[in-house]
């Protein structure tokens, strides 16, 4: 079974702090995805890589930045956090190779709080 | 960018048959998935459908028209644990994964 693993399921930050959301994937997947979801909004894209070092902006990344330098490795990093950002942060992967290449996998969310 | 719509929210009753529709834009159309969603968890893959018709999976069956831009998910013989939120997802241009509102379905008794 696919596995995509968030090391925090619940964060407390404070305002103006850096904060760190790690993805790891298991499956050798090529592309990696971060969302946010809020309630009435859906799910967000934030960030999305297509590989290693490579990445894209999807439609909310205003105050955040990404990081691949694994393949198995996503990072999501707020630079300043803000109470805006307070949201349900859920990662994502894929592979691109054949049908299965169709699926994206979820890990288990990280619920972000910032006071 | 892609806009896709579905309804927000949705009723029926234990034994019944609900259709949640999906509606999107054409232009860089790269195949759609069907995710379920239950309360405080992550989505789990319902079915993907890139060529037009009907996708039979047991009690859950997606049907695509691309031309039209439309796709619905139907659910037959319902029951409790079906209760959830069903989110419409766009595979789209370069391989972006756009997801709609979703749609949350009530199961009553």
């Known amino acids: 079974d696919v596995k995509v693993t968030q090391s925090s399921r619940y964060l407390v930050k404070r305002t103006g702090e850096k904060v760190f959301l790690e993805c790891v994937q298991d499956?050798?997947?090529?592309?990696m995805f971060w969302y946010r979801q809020d309630p009435g909004l859906g799910l967000r894209l934030i960030y999305f890589?297509?590989?290693?070092?490579?990445?894209e902006k999807g439609d909310i990344p205003e105050g955040y930045s990404v990081s691949r330098e694994k393949k198995e490795r996503f990072s999501l990093i707020l630079e300043s956090a803000s109470t805006n950002q307070t949201s349900m942060y859920l990662c994502?992967?894929?592979?691109?190779?054949?049908?299965?290449?169709?699926?994206?996998?979820f890990g288990e969310g990280s619920w972000l709080t910032v006071v | 960018g892609q806009n896709i719509d579905q309804p927000t929210e949705m009723t029926a009753t234990e034994g019944a048959i609900v259709q949640i529709n999906c509606t999107y834009q054409?232009?860089?159309?790269?195949?759609l998935f069907w995710y379920q969603q239950h309360a405080g968890e992550a989505p789990t893959f319902l079915s993907y459908?890139?060529?037009?018709g009907l996708e039979e999976k047991g009690r859950f069956s997606s049907f695509l028209s691309r031309s039209k831009g439309y796709s619905y998910l139907l659910l037959k013989e319902l029951q409790m644990k079906d209760s959830a939120s069903y989110l419409c997802?766009?595979?789209?241009?370069?391989?972006?994964?756009?997801f709609g509102t979703g749609t949350r379905l009530q199961v009553f008794p």
């Open positions: 459908n890139v060529l037009d």
């Open positions: 997802a766009v595979r789209w241009d370069t391989d972006k994964l756009i």
């Open positions: 499956m050798d997947h090529e592309n």
């Open positions: 054409t232009s860089g159309f790269n195949g």
């Open positions: 994502a992967s894929r592979t691109t190779g054949g049908f299965s290449g169709n699926t994206i996998y």
């Open positions: 890589s297509y590989d290693v070092k490579m990445k």
